[in-house]
């Protein structure tokens, strides 16, 4: 009876071990099974940080940041178009975040009050003139070289200039010297020749005029070297000031002649080419300085962009209007003594290239 009895404690012993092993085993499974899942949502968790980190960039309904652009020229102006294709390049690279609104037509002032309101940052950006720097009240003396009758051969010496050394140490200048201004690309918009209410043939011809120009020194002091009365005007009151005589003429480059049809008033044109003003795309310092490093460079190759495309296009523009203002009646003149209007400029070069004849050389070395 005893040995029955021990048998059978054996056997339930045995029993119980065996269902502990088992409980033991299907735990085991459940803890690998548990720690798995975790395992795959951890997975999928990182994978979708991956995801997001690795997607579309965000899209803005509305703008987070507004730049004004102020455009001296008229709507239709080659450059005003041009500050308009920046802006909205700028909107789409950007995905919407920055916005520039651009002002053409003078609405926020003429050059020199835009140039000191984009120092003070109440205007983020403009096309500024660096021939005009110094007399904007920026310490840059050089900058007047500039402005010296025949200095480029034509427009793509002017091209190749700005875009070499020179143009880089300007950058670097306008913004060391404490220009408050940051230059991002450089542009050719034609060259400038005199147009009146009479023919110009000839350097004789010009004698008396009483010429509109820009409030800058160079201007006055070329239309005195030429022989004609310089008059000092807003482009706004130009159109006005031709039509009821208070000036005979004044100068432009073709595209600027035909975009504010001044030839409805003034239909001489006279192809004197006295002058290539190379243009920069500038931006405040302070509004600059708002931008991240990739808004930074989104700006720089935009820049780049539009001035490239600018080139290409200007030229074929001008061919167009060329033929428009002959169909309106306007007279083009190719000068008879054109080597006496360079020779009567060269006390021009001699007064504001004084100190700077090696850089005045290598600009008209530049190939």
Request: net charge negative; aromatic share 8%.
């Amino acid at each position: 009876m005893r040995k029955q009895m021990w048998i059978l404690a054996l056997a339930a012993v045995v029993g119980m071990s065996g269902l502990t092993g088992c409980a033991q085993t299907e735990k085991q499974a459940e803890t690998t099974a548990i720690k798995e899942t975790k395992g795959e949502q951890s997975a999928g968790t990182e994978a979708a940080k991956e995801e997001e980190a690795g997607g579309a960039a965000k899209v803005y309904d509305s703008p987070e940041m507004i730049l004004r652009y102020a455009e001296v020229n008229a709507e239709k102006d080659e450059r005003a178009q041009a500050s308009r294709q920046f802006a909205d390049l700028i909107k789409e690279r950007t995905n919407g975040r920055i916005e520039i609104q651009v002002f053409p037509g003078a609405q926020l002032g003429d050059n020199k009050q835009v140039f000191q309101n984009l120092q003070l940052g109440a205007i983020d950006m403009t096309n500024s003139v660096p021939a005009q720097y110094k007399t904007m009240g920026l310490d840059i003396p050089y900058v007047k070289v500039l402005g010296i009758p025949f200095l480029f051969r034509d427009e793509d010496h002017a091209v190749k200039v700005m875009h070499g050394e020179f143009g880089e140490q300007l950058k670097s200048d306008v913004t060391a010297k404490g220009g408050k201004v940051v230059i991002l690309d450089y542009f050719v918009a034609g060259s400038r020749s005199f147009f009146a209410n009479k023919p110009i043939n000839t350097l004789a011809d010009f004698k008396g005029l009483k010429i509109r120009v820009q409030q800058d020194e160079v201007y006055m002091d070329m239309v005195k070297a030429f022989g004609g009365s310089p008059t000092p005007m807003a482009t706004s009151e130009l159109y006005s000031a031709l039509q009821t005589g208070v000036v005979d003429g004044a100068e432009n480059p073709v595209k600027g002649y035909y975009n504010n049809k001044y030839y409805e008033v003034s239909p001489y044109y006279a192809y004197s080419r006295h002058m290539i003003e190379p243009t920069a795309i500038t931006i405040s310092e302070l509004t600059w300085n708002r931008l991240s490093e990739e808004e930074k460079e989104i700006f720089r190759a935009t820049a780049a962009e539009v001035t490239a495309e600018f080139q290409k296009t200007i030229k074929e523009k001008e061919s167009i209007q060329i033929e428009e203002l002959k169909a309106a009646g306007t007279e083009l003149i190719e000068l008879q003594d054109y080597d006496k209007w360079v020779e009567a400029a060269k006390p021009l070069e001699e007064k504001y290239g004084a100190g700077f004849e090696d850089m005045i050389k290598k600009i008209r070395e530049t190939e």
